[in-house]
């Protein structure tokens, strides 16, 4: 029985990662942008309080 649970769980938890990771990776495309543009506009906003 703990076989079968197990055998069932393998599938599962293959699939699971698989799917996270994907949308992990969409996201990551996603936030650069925004993180990128974020970080130019914070850098701009030190340079011109230090000059």
Do not use: K
Not at 6 to 31: F, H, K, Q, Y
């Amino acid at each position: 029985m703990s076989a079968t649970q197990s055998g069932m769980a393998g599938p599962g938890d293959a699939e699971a990662p698989g799917g996270r990771t994907r949308w992990g990776v969409v996201t990551a495309i996603l936030g650069l942008p925004p993180l990128a543009v974020g970080a130019f506009l914070l850098m701009m906003a030190v340079w011109v309080l230090a000059s």
